[in-house]
């Protein structure tokens, strides 16, 4: 199976400033039909996930422009360009490239 | 609105069975497919598998082969996830998401908790 790993684990932003998450698979995650299948979900505290990007960079439907996903191959981000309140939560990024799809271990962020 | 509601929360014992649904609403039920993910307390998420509501076909995690069954009832826009033989380890929060395939999971339920305990 894809690991997925993701840095930092913890991240504590100021309200208003910017915030990024690394995301890093244990193979390229270009798939034979040229996409990239790498995501980005959010969870609020005691909510169920929420689709946030797809395909590395796509924002799902009624996800704030604030956010926006990069990378290639091994190596993706997701920021925030200014963090709200309701931002905080836990952030996971998952490939769908390979089967099984693949969870990284989530991203903390909360409010300094 | 695409909406996927499961049902309630479930105490079982080790050694048994628990069946979660998930009522799907806001679009065609047989054009998509369901995927289920389930997550421990205070941990990730652990991919359990998909099935297409347009043919009933499956993918499962190697890891609960022979102990998940997922199905569909396309009368009533429902899919069913059903986990046997239930250990302590079992206990988490299980979601169903829409999915086009086993690698698509854009909208999701509000999570079913099964807790495994004697």
């Known amino acids: 199976d894809i690991v997925m790993t993701q840095t930092p684990l913890s991240s504590p932003v100021t309200l208003g400033q910017p915030a990024s998450i690394s995301c890093r698979s244990s193979q390229s995650l270009v798939h034979s039909d040229g996409n990239t299948y790498l995501s980005w979900l959010q969870q609020r505290p005691g909510q169920p996930p929420r689709l946030l990007i797809y395909?590395?960079?796509n924002r799902f439907s009624g996800v704030p422009d604030r956010f926006s996903g990069s990378g290639a191959g091994t190596d993706f981000t997701l920021k925030i360009s200014r963090v709200e309140a309701e931002d905080v939560g836990v952030y996971y990024c998952m490939q769908a490239t390979q089967f099984p799809p693949t969870f990284g271990p989530g991203t903390k962020v909360d409010i300094k | 609105q695409v909406q996927l509601v499961q049902s309630g929360a479930e105490v079982k014992k080790p050694g048994a069975s628990v069946k979660v649904s998930c009522k799907a609403s806001g679009y065609t039920f047989t054009s998509y497919g369901i995927s289920w993910v389930r997550q421990a307390p205070g941990q990730g998420l652990e991919w359990m598998g998909w099935?297409?509501?347009?043919?009933?076909?499956?993918n499962y995690a190697q890891k609960l082969q022979g102990r998940v069954t997922m199905t569909t009832d396309t009368s009533t826009s429902t899919a069913y996830m059903e986990l046997r033989s239930l250990r302590s380890d079992d206990t988490a929060v299980y979601y169903c998401?829409?999915?086009?395939?086993?690698?698509?999971?854009?909208?999701w339920g509000q999570g079913t908790l099964v807790t495994v305990s004697s």
């Open positions: 998401a829409r999915g086009s395939g086993w690698y698509d999971a854009d909208y």
């Open positions: 395909k590395i960079s």
């Open positions: 099935i297409s509501a347009y043919n009933g076909n499956t």
